[in-house]
């Protein structure tokens, strides 16, 4: 009978700790329940303020002629930095290339580069990447051109037309942007490849008696390679990356071209590019002299 009451004794306490335990759990929970409902009671009081508020805000930053002054002015100043920094180099290239020799190209971080091209006073930019990358998505690379001069140079585009030329057939395209440059789109197709079709159509031409064999020369295949570009030749080549290769680019018009590298065109900045330029101002071109 002892050992039945002893029993019955522990199964009470037994009894007595779960319902402590589940006591207070139930207090955890409603706490915790309760902290929750209040957080979003509040939350929902506050979020009609709040997105109340935000329009006028933003009509306060769309319409404030002080803010939208300080803007221009900001823009203007680094217009004119820039275009002081191309005045103030010993010699500023007519072309410049940009080569990039990376992966994953960033279309901000090139079209940067092109306006900052613009900005200084160079009048003709092409870009170029060996997987033809750029050229694919070519309207991609330009429109990115566009808003980044607009949000670097503050300039009205209206009033900017450039001349775009595209792909190997030189195809005119119009884009807005600064200084009215032209913008070049280039890829290994106008490499070697050029160079085959200006072969080939000297000889058709031998082909079809329209001029002799003996009129095939190198400076007969430089004119027709000229033509056929209707662009100067890059006095400047900025390279992007490891690689230590032209990887292709134009290689009959870069035999007087200065190649000056950077590690990377990701996060690139104006002072890099600046660099460049001060570079190629003071080296010395002796034109195999």
Request: aromatic fraction near 8%.
């Amino acid at each position: 009978m002892a050992l039945l009451y002893g029993l019955i004794w522990r199964l009470l306490l037994i009894l007595v700790h779960i319902n402590r335990a589940l006591v207070s759990w139930v207090r955890v929970r409603l706490r915790s329940w309760k902290g929750r409902l209040w957080e979003r009671a509040i939350a929902a009081l506050l979020l009609p303020l709040a997105l109340a508020g935000f329009p006028d805000h933003q009509k306060k930053l769309n319409h404030n002629p002080d803010a939208n002054a300080v803007t221009g002015n900001r823009a203007a100043s680094r217009r004119s930095r820039w275009l002081s920094d191309g005045r103030s180099l010993e010699k500023l290239p007519v072309h410049v290339g940009l080569l990039v020799a990376e992966e994953e190209p960033s279309y901000t971080d090139i079209a940067n580069l092109v306006v900052w091209c613009m900005a200084v006073g160079i009048s003709y930019v092409s870009v170029y990447d060996n997987h033809g990358i750029f050229r694919k998505n070519n309207s991609r690379m330009l429109e990115e051109v566009v808003r980044q001069q607009q949000d670097l140079l503050g300039v009205d585009g209206s009033k900017y037309n450039v001349e775009v030329l595209s792909n190997s057939c030189d195809k005119h395209q119009h884009y807005v942007v600064s200084c009215r440059p032209t913008v070049k789109v280039l890829s290994p197709e106008d490499g070697k490849q050029s160079i085959v079709q200006a072969a080939q159509q000297l000889c058709r031409a031998v082909e079809n008696k329209e001029r002799s064999s003996k009129d095939i020369s190198v400076s007969m295949l430089d004119v027709l390679l000229r033509e056929s570009k209707n662009f100067p030749d890059p006095e400047l080549v900025v390279k992007f990356g490891p690689v230590d290769s032209t990887l292709g680019f134009l290689p009959w018009h870069i035999r007087l071209t200065e190649f000056i590298s950077i590690p990377s065109h990701r996060n690139v900045s104006y002072e890099d590019l600046l660099n460049a330029l001060q570079q190629y101002g003071s080296c010395q071109q002796r034109l195999g002299q």
